[in-house]
């Protein structure tokens, strides 16, 4: 063996052909001479070790996960993959969604891209850079200053920056912290963005399924549940706890949060509770609307899990009424 020269006696018929090294990390796959499991894994793995995680294998592409930030998708990266060529340019998830944009423009027809993948292959990521391009690509108020005669490039450039702000709200809300993955998504979604015959965003729809609604009450022990309930207690102000019936702002002391993990490493709750706030309000939610819409959150969500029943359910019941009467 090749490093630690260890030799290794394995059966003839399970040994596979090698390609010669002209392929060595080759971009698309196939193009090998060889197409088997061997060398598939060996070309990932040459890639993925020399920080390349994208590769091509005909019209699919492959990508693993780095489990950290690769300084890959800046806008200078987004500009460098417009309008080119897949062949012209290294892998990338950027190279996918400009083919399937520019097939779009050219051809009149929908275009699909479908993200698919095991828990923690990366299928969240991908799909915001995906967007994150599309935005991007078919903005039309770039270098363009606010008059009478673009009002309506303004909307599309406020159309745009909804969907990026929007996945902030579904991480919030559908996303938790799993054995494998940190932000794994516990809800399936389908995206679909509508374009003008200019190519720029008319409008989206998200439309989500299979929300994994027992996490709320019941999770492995090295899991939390979703994301907004510790982002809600860490921020918490004095008036929003007794706003929202809670006597401690500690994650710890409530009952369907304190058996699994409390905090994640890198991860401060707070500032990801202000950009879930900020992208609600991008969203076009007011500030009174998201303050109304909380009184219904530990209604909803926490349930009784919070307090023991009987001291909760009277609290509950006189916050109940004052509700309906704030909203006649």
Same mark, same amino acid.
């Given at each position: @063996?090749?490093?630690?020269?260890?030799?290794?006696?394995?059966?003839?018929?399970?040994?596979?052909?090698? +390609?010669?090294?002209?392929? &060595?990390?080759?971009?698309?796959?196939?193009?090998?001479?060889?197409?088997?499991? !061997?060398?598939?894994?060996?070309?990932?793995?040459?890639?993925?070790?020399?920080?390349?995680?994208?590769?091509?294998?005909?019209?699919?592409?492959?990508?693993?996960?780095?489990?950290?930030? @690769?300084?890959?998708?800046?806008?200078?990266?987004?500009?460098?993959?417009?309008?080119?060529?897949? /062949?012209?340019?290294?892998?990338?998830?950027?190279?996918? !969604?400009?083919?399937?944009?520019?097939?779009? $423009?050219?051809?009149?027809?929908?275009?699909?891209?479908?993200?698919?993948?095991?828990?923690?292959?990366?299928? =969240?990521?991908?799909?915001?850079?995906?967007?994150?391009?599309?935005?991007?690509?078919?903005?039309? #108020?770039?270098?363009?200053? #606010?008059?009478?005669? +673009?009002?309506?490039?303004?909307?599309?450039?406020?159309?745009?920056?909804? @969907? @990026?702000?929007?996945?902030?709200?579904?991480?919030?809300?559908?996303?938790?912290?799993?054995?494998?993955?940190?932000?794994?998504?516990?809800?399936?979604?389908?995206?679909? $963005?509508?374009?003008?015959?200019?190519?720029?965003?008319?409008?989206? +729809?998200?439309?989500?399924?299979?929300?994994?609604?027992?996490?709320?009450?019941?999770?492995?022990?090295?899991?939390?549940?979703?994301?907004?309930?510790? %982002?809600?207690?860490?921020?918490? =102000?004095?008036?929003?706890?007794?706003?929202?019936?809670?006597?401690?702002?500690?994650?710890?002391? /409530? +009952?369907?949060?304190?058996?699994?993990?409390?905090?994640?490493?890198?991860?401060?709750?707070?500032?990801?509770?202000? &950009?879930? !706030?900020?992208?609600?309000?991008?969203?076009?939610?007011?500030?009174?609307?998201?303050?109304?819409?909380?009184?219904?959150?530990?209604?909803?969500?926490?349930?009784?899990?919070? %307090?023991?029943? =009987?001291?909760?359910?009277?609290?509950?019941?006189?916050?109940?009424?004052?509700?309906?009467?704030?909203?006649?």
């Amino acid at each position: @063996l090749q490093g630690s020269g260890r030799k290794l006696t394995v059966p003839k018929d399970v040994i596979q052909k090698m +390609n010669p090294p002209k392929f &060595e990390k080759v971009e698309d796959m196939a193009n090998l001479t060889y197409l088997n499991e !061997a060398s598939v894994l060996y070309n990932l793995k040459s890639r993925y070790y020399s920080g390349l995680i994208y590769t091509y294998s005909g019209l699919f592409c492959v990508v693993i996960n780095p489990y950290k930030r @690769l300084p890959i998708y800046r806008e200078e990266i987004v500009e460098w993959y417009k309008g080119k060529k897949r /062949h012209e340019r290294p892998p990338h998830i950027f190279a996918i !969604a400009d083919t399937a944009y520019r097939n779009m $423009i050219l051809d009149r027809k929908d275009q699909s891209i479908l993200c698919t993948g095991e828990s923690g292959a990366g299928k =969240t990521e991908n799909t915001k850079r995906v967007i994150q391009y599309l935005a991007s690509v078919a903005t039309s #108020t770039k270098n363009q200053k #606010t008059t009478p005669s +673009n009002i309506i490039s303004k909307l599309n450039g406020e159309l745009e920056a909804q @969907l @990026l702000k929007a996945n902030p709200i579904l991480e919030a809300f559908g996303n938790a912290k799993t054995i494998k993955n940190d932000n794994s998504s516990r809800f399936g979604k389908f995206i679909r $963005i509508n374009f003008d015959t200019s190519g720029f965003i008319a409008g989206a +729809n998200i439309e989500t399924y299979l929300l994994e609604k027992t996490r709320v009450i019941r999770k492995a022990p090295e899991e939390r549940s979703f994301h907004i309930f510790y %982002q809600l207690l860490a921020s918490a =102000t004095p008036e929003l706890k007794e706003k929202l019936l809670l006597n401690d702002a500690a994650s710890a002391k /409530h +009952n369907y949060l304190s058996h699994g993990m409390i905090e994640v490493s890198g991860v401060d709750e707070k500032q990801a509770f202000q &950009e879930t !706030a900020e992208a609600m309000s991008i969203m076009g939610i007011s500030e009174e609307d998201q303050q109304g819409s909380l009184p219904f959150f530990p209604i909803r969500f926490f349930g009784i899990g919070f %307090q023991c029943i =009987t001291c909760w359910w009277e609290r509950f019941f006189q916050h109940l009424k004052k509700t309906f009467w704030s909203l006649l």
